[in-house]
């Protein structure tokens, strides 16, 4: 439900003009779907336009998201950049990009219940074969709590490599 909330989102803020362009971001980590695929289809299948979707594939945790598509959108040229994602997530989120992600800054949309309510009837149908992975292994089954609780702090991305920040 919080990821087609968070589709459904975007997708609004793409069809008012707020967003030119849409990043999907998220490998396949509790379950063998790459996330940012399945997010992909279900943009498509609400109208969004295939060439005004991008997908990263790599990110296991909400920093990495972050990161991912940041350099994804500057590698494009993007000159403004947007989280759109649930109230919690992106509360959580905002102090990590003040302080890693300076020029461009990164925006924080959170969706507003009450309009996300209203399109909430919205029920796309998909077929997330091609998003499927075989031989999957749950990021459970791969790291422990302690290494999860450090991806979800940013430990795993090597901000030094990249200096474009």
Not at 28 to 41: D, G, N, Q, R, S
Not at 46 to 54: A, D, M, S, T, W
Not at 83 to 110: C, E, N, W
């Amino acid at each position: 439900m919080a990821m087609k909330g968070r589709v459904v989102w975007a997708c609004y803020l793409f069809k008012r003009g707020v967003a030119r362009n849409i990043i999907f971001s998220g490998g396949a980590v509790y379950t063998p779907y790459i996330e940012a695929k399945v997010m992909a289809m279900y943009a498509e299948a609400l109208g969004i336009p295939e060439n005004k979707i991008f997908i990263e594939t790599r990110a296991e945790h909400s920093t990495e998201n972050i990161y991912n598509s940041y350099c994804l959108a500057r590698k494009m040229g993007f000159n403004k950049i947007a989280i759109a994602s649930d109230p919690y997530q992106s509360s959580l989120l905002m102090g990590f990009t003040k302080r890693r992600f300076k020029q461009p800054p990164i925006v924080h949309i959170p969706f507003i219940i009450d309009t996300l309510s209203h399109l909430d009837k919205i029920h796309p149908q998909i077929n997330p074969d091609s998003a499927k992975v075989e031989n999957f292994k749950s990021i459970v089954e791969k790291q422990t709590k302690w290494q999860r609780f450090k991806g979800t702090l940013g430990k795993n991305i090597q901000f030094e490599k990249d200096k474009t920040f």
